[in-house]
Protein backbone atom coordinates (compact mmCIF):
# COMPACT_ATOMS: atom_id res chain seq x y z
CA UNK A 1 0.00 0.00 0.00
CA UNK A 2 1.27 3.06 -1.04
CA UNK A 3 2.78 5.46 1.47
CA UNK A 4 0.33 8.81 3.06
CA UNK A 5 1.65 12.06 1.24
CA UNK A 6 1.31 14.49 4.00
CA UNK A 7 1.99 16.11 7.47
CA UNK A 8 0.53 16.71 10.42
CA UNK A 9 1.18 20.13 10.65
CA UNK A 10 -0.26 21.01 6.75
CA UNK A 11 -2.75 24.45 6.82
CA UNK A 12 -5.46 22.44 4.76
CA UNK A 13 -8.29 22.25 6.92
CA UNK A 14 -8.98 18.71 5.73
CA UNK A 15 -5.80 17.06 6.73
CA UNK A 16 -5.75 18.77 9.98
CA UNK A 17 -9.26 17.30 10.91
CA UNK A 18 -7.64 13.76 9.44
CA UNK A 19 -4.92 14.33 11.59
CA UNK A 20 -6.85 15.31 15.12
CA UNK A 21 -9.01 11.70 13.83
CA UNK A 22 -5.85 9.36 13.27
CA UNK A 23 -3.18 11.08 15.12
CA UNK A 24 -0.76 11.08 12.26
CA UNK A 25 -0.32 9.83 8.86
CA UNK A 26 1.50 6.61 10.09
CA UNK A 27 -2.08 5.89 11.87
CA UNK A 28 -4.31 6.25 8.44
CA UNK A 29 -2.23 4.26 6.63
CA UNK A 30 -2.92 1.67 9.38
CA UNK A 31 -6.23 2.39 9.31
CA UNK A 32 -6.49 2.36 5.25
CA UNK A 33 -4.42 -1.22 5.11
CA UNK A 34 -7.20 -2.53 8.21
CA UNK A 35 -10.05 -1.42 6.24
CA UNK A 36 -8.76 -2.61 2.58
CA UNK A 37 -7.89 -5.69 4.15
CA UNK A 38 -12.01 -6.34 5.45
CA UNK A 39 -13.33 -5.31 2.06
CA UNK A 40 -11.39 -7.55 0.25
CA UNK A 41 -11.64 -10.81 2.39
CA UNK A 42 -14.96 -10.24 3.82
CA UNK A 43 -17.58 -13.37 2.71
CA UNK A 44 -19.76 -10.81 1.05
CA UNK A 45 -19.80 -9.46 -2.18
CA UNK A 46 -19.54 -5.90 -1.71
CA UNK A 47 -19.34 -2.95 -4.23
CA UNK A 48 -18.80 0.78 -3.40
CA UNK A 49 -20.57 3.08 -5.32
CA UNK A 50 -20.93 6.61 -5.78
CA UNK A 51 -23.92 9.36 -6.30
CA UNK A 52 -23.31 9.21 -9.51
CA UNK A 53 -23.68 5.17 -9.77
CA UNK A 54 -19.64 5.13 -10.72
CA UNK A 55 -18.39 2.20 -9.17
CA UNK A 56 -15.62 2.67 -7.08
CA UNK A 57 -14.73 -0.25 -5.74
CA UNK A 58 -15.45 -4.11 -5.95
CA UNK A 59 -14.00 -7.09 -3.31
CA UNK A 60 -13.00 -10.36 -5.06
CA UNK A 61 -16.63 -11.92 -4.02
CA UNK A 62 -18.26 -9.81 -5.84
CA UNK A 63 -16.47 -10.15 -9.47
CA UNK A 64 -16.94 -13.45 -8.20
CA UNK A 65 -20.78 -13.39 -8.07
CA UNK A 66 -21.08 -11.34 -11.70
CA UNK A 67 -18.56 -12.88 -13.41
CA UNK A 68 -17.25 -9.87 -14.63
CA UNK A 69 -13.18 -8.35 -13.65
CA UNK A 70 -12.30 -5.89 -11.37
CA UNK A 71 -10.90 -3.41 -14.45
CA UNK A 72 -14.43 -4.34 -16.15
CA UNK A 73 -16.65 -2.92 -13.45
CA UNK A 74 -14.50 -0.11 -11.21
CA UNK A 75 -14.23 3.48 -12.24
CA UNK A 76 -17.22 2.65 -14.59
CA UNK A 77 -21.12 3.72 -14.65
CA UNK A 78 -23.32 1.03 -14.31
CA UNK A 79 -26.91 1.26 -14.76
CA UNK A 80 -28.78 -1.35 -12.49
CA UNK A 81 -31.62 -0.89 -13.23
CA UNK A 82 -31.57 -3.16 -16.73
Given at each position: MAAVNFTCDSH???VSKTCQIFGNPLHLTQFKEMY???FENTGTG???IDSDML???VNAKF????GL???EMENRRR???S
Open positions: DPAHSVTIIILYMDLVERNDFD
